[in-house]
């Protein structure tokens, strides 16, 4: 066979591909045709300081999972993907400090594990070493409260305050505290509101509200 052919592979959760065969070398890929189902969490965040915000999605199922980007424009949707995000079931944006207009970072649960990226410049970076948090818990809920960098995370076993370490400060090690679930009970749902945690437990169905004081914390 001389000349070269086009083949189309497509799959039904995750990109398609179109491979160019060669009659006298390795077949390549030449193309990516997006498929972004199924979605599975997505949040809004103004990542670009231009008052648009990008829309941010955890789609395709393992072992392709991705978080993508999605802008919109004039005539033009521009997309970028991450991977290695095989498995994520929940995603929250959050705000460096309260008074920002766009958010600064990107949590990401997965089954086993949590993962925080920074939203620096239009790009994502993987922090998760320099978060503080329980990386190898899957958080429930992750939020902020109303103090300039500080994150609350929370799983099953415990409310973590943190503060991590951004690119922009390169130095130290990230601040951290925690509040663990009293013995024999787990953190079943949370929410964060503020300087406030409220928690239910399982199996004694109590409710915690936990009040975080600024400079205690860290």
Known sequence: MEGRMELGVFGELADGEVVTIHHDRDAVRSAVVPNWAPVLDFQLADVHGDAC?????TSNRV???KVRE???GLEAVVTSSSPDFDGVNGMWSIKYRPEDDFDSFLAVAFV?????MYLGGGELEDISEASGFDTEERAIVVGAVHMPGFLVQIHRRAVVVAHPIVPAESVGAPEATRWRAPLNTSIAAAGVIGN???IALSPINTLYLLGLVPGTYG
């Open 53 to 57: 915000d990008a829309l941010f999605v």
């Open 196 to 198: 406030f945690v409220v």
């Open 63 to 65: 072992p392709y999972g």
């Open 112 to 116: 086993s594990e949590t993962k925080l």
């Open 70 to 72: 999605i802008r919109g």
